[in-house]
């Protein structure tokens, strides 16, 4: 098939979507985020209350759902689009603003500036989002539409070259793209970073008719979400991506791995699948060209460690999820035995965009050995919480105090923990090296999936460390020796130290068998299960030590070595706040009226300091946990 | 776990129905206990032992991926299920204080279940909602900033539910569970 | 695959065949290396054992010797600082999980623990990591044998004599993690699964987790 028969087939498919766009936009269009994130936050609720009021007006305007655009702390959002005015997104919607925007907007033309968020396309009344920080680091390849069309609808993917790309390749020859792949250096964004290229050609030059191509969409690090969002906001780009993949590779069936936990992600993808049949993208003879390709969806069954790659296709075959010795490596024996591809999510979502624009293109953002972008999920103490795509080679400092504003409440920057439970936490002396994949690694942390979580003064290191191991433990597969039983007694070793039981010679013995299991495990989640321990070990050790020498925990977060305590100096003695919201029944009201917490029954749930009215303050936590009148040790 | 009355007949109907839209191969197992969950709300002995059958392997094979994956499980879940994310986000501002306070006010631990199989409790990894940590996913909806008072409230409403419900619905429960054990 | 090769295991020079595995080129020329989980002749090793580890010159760190075949020129140390570190602390993980207690084991002095003990000087008591002395029970329900899960190391040799060469079905792993366990189809006792007795599992258990009741 010749690529000019291949454009004007194109090119159809394409008009056709533009012309329904134009006669979109004619009326007003709402356009509401309902990812899972904006449902959970009520944008369900709002949709509704939009076409209710949009009805009781006679409203000639039109609501969608789009997905999510990244920026999480304003849930729920909505964009309303009129003729006349610019795009304008705003933020925390709910039902008085909902009746507000329409009465005031839609009928009166008063776009209530002192509600926007920021205006969408250039324009001189509103700023846009180049016009905040985050807009000067922010850089979208893959995140470019999300949010901005309905996932559900295969035209609103068209009308920004949806599928192009594939139109494209058709008629090049399968060497040539992995070619481009290659030379565009596009490194595999599920977390290690190998050359996505260079795994094609293995896969394509592998022995045997039969291959396969899988998504890998088991995002299960704790604190990452952006694949959830991406399938959820323009599923159509990862499919375009996959299909790509799998023409160049010479593979007829691919598949989504999803979690099961993202039932929304799953529907989408579902549906984009069968639009993307409908309009000849998927099938027999792919737009004429000779091309089959069928898709399928496999929903993983909730394990963890099934995001490694020989184990996910273990528990594609019906057995458990266990990783096995490589090699033999995947492009020459995984699914049924056959040569297979799997890739992240973000990694297929590039290259319709690397297609389209070139490698060259692709090169010119981010740097020389890790070209592109990195999108993080910023969260934790952080003020704008949410979706970042960022250059590559952007600093640490840039992405938490510029894009995301640094901790709010005027608390002291701790640390960041990149890349879930294979990453580590580093300090601020480390906010200055770049992101890519190689400088992250040699500060000991990992790029993994993209999860970043900021920790302030308030989060205690040593229990940081303690909740990744819980989770790498919970989720090992017990298969090898090392991870089964090692991160175990790491854990363990943790646990005794958070409760003022640690001594030094088990610190000694925690930073060997730390050692030993990276060095000894099976597969990657047992071989940097122990890298949150050891960059705390590295960059916080002074923690460790206020743990074990003075059983003293510095953020106070450690229960066994704080306890609650009323400052009588400050105890009004007339509230009895605490005493109500105390769900144990262990504040009482003493003789002279103070309020006093009975140390046996308190169970540190940090109600009553919350509850306690700001001008008195009167709750603190101390450690270690000492009383301080009786000066006498209390548990 | 002893079968209550018509269960038997309710677990053949089904699986029967199921075989019917899978091929036998291994590849699809843990499709077909997907969907022998999502229909009977956890995994029966008697249903595991019937996909061995269909599949042509042991039935301890089948056995194995039941208890390998955090999806399935081998009891019958409460009516009300509580999940509560331990995702670093939600960990980090109190996911661990709201799973202590549901313990504490539903007096079971977390992986268990009420006795009068009203409520069930389990954590869950990020369900990836972080911004609106801590998350609680209550019966399939997600609840964000969830603090004890919170807590209280969410059990509260369940409850509110229940008895919304009206007494049909409990007679109908109590009566299957009062039921002829087989 | 059949070139003749030599390749050399602590200083001695050993003819083989290219391809082959080299933990088994090396136990035939009398080198031990420790294992427990290496089956020969399974396709896909199960490397879950993590005791088999050597260095091979030119890699910079030990490698399993279940999964490495050889090839022409190979330098071979079982025995380096890294190695023996290594295999050290897998030792004592397993034991950490291991009912010790051998003068009352049926498998004492027929017991590959106690065989990589002596061969590597290790210590048969816990040591760095404490004992996690989980609860579990025994089934003594078979007429012929016994099963002890608290000295199992689940290196997976029964449940391969079980599936693969007595085509039985009746013992696999389940659960996972520290869960991880040789088990019956719902935990039910041998005797009502579709264990034959053959025997075959017991033989190729090397530890004392699953030992011939003896007066049969």
């Not at chain 1, 273990?314 to 458990?320: L, T």
């Not at chain 2, 801590?134 to 900033?145: A, Y």
């Not at chain 3, 290594?86 to 993980?93: D, I, N, Q, S, W």
């Amino acid at each position: 098939m010749t690529a000019a028969a291949l454009l004007e087939h194109y090119s159809k498919l394409k008009e056709e979507a533009l012309k329904k766009k134009e006669q979109e936009q004619k009326q007003p269009l709402i356009m509401v985020g309902t990812a899972s994130c904006g449902i959970a936050a009520g944008a369900l609720e709002v949709k509704e209350a939009f076409l209710k009021e949009i009805k009781k007006h006679k409203l000639q305007a039109s609501v969608q759902e789009v997905g999510c655009m990244g920026y999480c702390y304003a849930e729920p959002i909505a964009i309303i689009s009129k003729p006349g005015f610019p795009p304008l997104c705003y933020g925390n919607v709910d039902e008085g603003l909902v009746k507000l925007l329409v009465q005031s907007f839609l009928i009166e033309d008063d776009p209530c500036y002192e509600y926007a968020l920021v205006a969408l396309e250039p324009n001189d009344i509103f700023p846009t989002f180049s016009d905040f920080p985050r807009g000067v680091y922010e850089h979208k390849i893959i995140m470019e539409h999300c949010g901005f069309i309905d996932p559900e609808e295969i035209d609103h993917y068209l009308v920004h070259d949806g599928y192009a790309a594939l139109a494209k390749v058709l008629s090049q020859k399968p060497e040539e793209i992995i070619e481009i792949i290659k030379s565009a250096k596009l490194r595999g964004r599920g977390g290690a970073g190998f050359p996505a290229g260079i795994k094609w050609e293995a896969c394509r030059k592998a022995a045997g008719e039969e291959k396969y191509v899988i998504c890998n969409a088991d995002e299960g690090d704790p604190g990452a979400f952006m694949d959830r969002s991406i399938l959820e906001s323009n599923p159509h780009q990862v499919i375009e991506g996959l299909a790509i993949c799998a023409y160049a590779v010479g593979a007829s069936q691919g598949y989504f791995y999803i979690r099961a936990e993202y039932p929304l992600a799953v529907k989408r993808v579902q549906k984009a699948l069968q639009q993307a049949r409908e309009k000849g993208f998927l099938g027999k003879n792919i737009m004429g060209s000779g091309f089959n390709l069928e898709i399928e969806i496999f929903q993983g069954s909730g394990a963890f460690v099934c995001g490694e790659s020989s184990a996910l296709v273990s528990s594609m075959e019906g057995k458990m999820g266990l990783p096995r010795h490589r090699p033999p490596r995947l492009t020459s024996s995984g699914y049924r035995g056959k040569p297979t591809v799997i890739n992240n999510v973000k990694t297929f979502s590039y290259v319709p965009a690397i297609i389209r624009k070139g490698a060259d293109w692709f090169k010119s953002i981010g740097t020389e050995d890790s070209p592109g972008t990195a999108v993080f999920t910023l969260v934790g103490k952080v003020k704008n919480k949410g979706l970042v795509e960022v250059p590559m080679g952007t600093t640490l400092r840039q992405l938490i105090f510029d894009v995301g504003e640094g901790p709010p409440d005027d608390k002291q920057f701790k640390a960041v923990q990149i890349g879930g439970p294979s990453g580590g936490c580093l300090p601020e002396s480390a906010l200055d090296i770049p992101i890519d994949f190689d400088s992250l690694k040699e500060a000991g942390a990992i790029m993994g999936s993209g999860g970043l979580v900021v920790l302030d003064e308030d989060d205690c290191m040593v229990a940081i460390a303690r909740y990744f191991l819980e989770f790498t433990q919970q989720e090992s597969c017990g298969k090898c020796t090392f991870c089964r039983l090692g991160t175990k007694h790491i854990l363990d070793i943790l646990t005794d130290i958070t409760r003022g039981e640690g001594t030094m010679e088990s610190l000694q013995i925690l930073q060997e068998l730390a050692e030993d299991v990276k060095d000894g495990s099976l597969c990657n989640l047992g071989k940097t299960a122990p890298n949150p321990v050891l960059t705390t070990l590295k960059y916080f050790k002074d923690e460790y030590l206020a743990h074990i020498m003075e059983k003293r925990c510095p953020a106070l977060m450690c229960k066994e070595i704080t306890l609650y305590y009323i400052l009588p100096e400050k105890c009004t003695k007339l509230c009895n706040v605490c005493v109500g919201s105390c769900p144990t029944e262990a504040i009482f009201t003493r003789e002279d009226g103070i309020k006093v917490i009975d140390q046996g029954k308190c169970v540190k749930c940090d109600n009553c300091r919350k509850t306690c009215p700001p001008e008195h303050d009167a709750v603190v936590k101390l450690s270690p946990a000492i009383l301080p009148e009786e000066g006498g040790e209390k548990k | 776990m002893e079968l209550l009355k018509g269960e038997k007949e309710a677990i053949l109907k089904h699986t029967k129905e199921i075989f019917q839209e899978f091929e036998a191969k291994r590849e699809n197992l843990i499709p077909i206990l997907q969907e022998v969950q999502k229909r009977l709300g956890y995994l029966p002995r008697l249903a595991m032992q019937k996909i061995a059958e269909f599949l042509g392997i042991p039935p301890v094979d089948v056995f194995a991926l039941a208890t390998f994956y955090n999806q399935f499980r081998l009891n019958p879940p409460g009516k009300n299920e509580i999940k509560v994310c331990m995702g670093t986000a939600c960990y980090m501002v109190g996911g661990k204080i709201a799973l202590e306070s549901f313990e504490r006010r539903l007096n079971i631990k977390e992986g268990q279940t009420t006795p009068d199989r009203e409520y069930s409790l389990e954590r869950v990894a990020c369900v990836g909602c972080c911004t609106l940590a801590p998350v609680v996913v209550v019966n399939e909806q997600i609840e964000g900033k969830v603090s004890p008072t919170r807590v209280d409230g969410i059990i509260l409403s369940l409850q509110g539910e229940k008895s919304k419900e009206g007494e049909e619905a409990n007679e109908d429960t109590k009566e299957k569970l009062k039921g002829e054990k087989q | 695959m059949s070139r003749e090769i030599t390749i050399t295991i602590d200083d001695k020079k050993i003819r083989t065949v290219e391809g082959k595995i080299l933990l088994w080129v090396a136990l035939a020329n009398d080198i031990y290396i420790p294992h427990l989980c290496a089956i020969e002749g399974k396709d896909l090793p199960e490397a879950s054992c993590r005791l088999c580890f050597v260095e091979i010159e030119g890699k910079n760190k030990p490698v399993t010797s279940c999964t490495q075949p050889v090839y022409d020129g190979m330098v071979v140390r079982t025995r380096t600082a890294k190695v023996d570190r290594l295999v050290k602390t897998a030792f004592e993980l397993l034991l950490s999980d291991h009912r010790l207690g051998c003068a009352s084991c049926p498998k004492n002095r027929n017991c590959e623990l106690q065989r990589i003990a002596k061969e590597r000087k290790l210590k048969l008591r816990h040591t760095r990591f404490k004992y996690l002395g989980r609860e579990t029970a025994v089934d003594d329900s078979p007429d012929s044998f016994s099963f002890d899960p608290s000295r199992c190391v689940l290196c997976g040799q029964c449940i391969w004599a079980d599936h693969e060469k007595a085509k039985v079905g009746a013992i696999g792993f389940a659960r996972r993690g520290l869960g991880r366990t040789v088990a019956t189809f719902n935990y039910e006792s041998l005797k009502d699964s579709p264990c034959t007795e053959c025997g075959l599992c017991v033989e190729a258990c090397p530890v004392g987790a699953l030992s011939f009741k003896k007066n049969t």
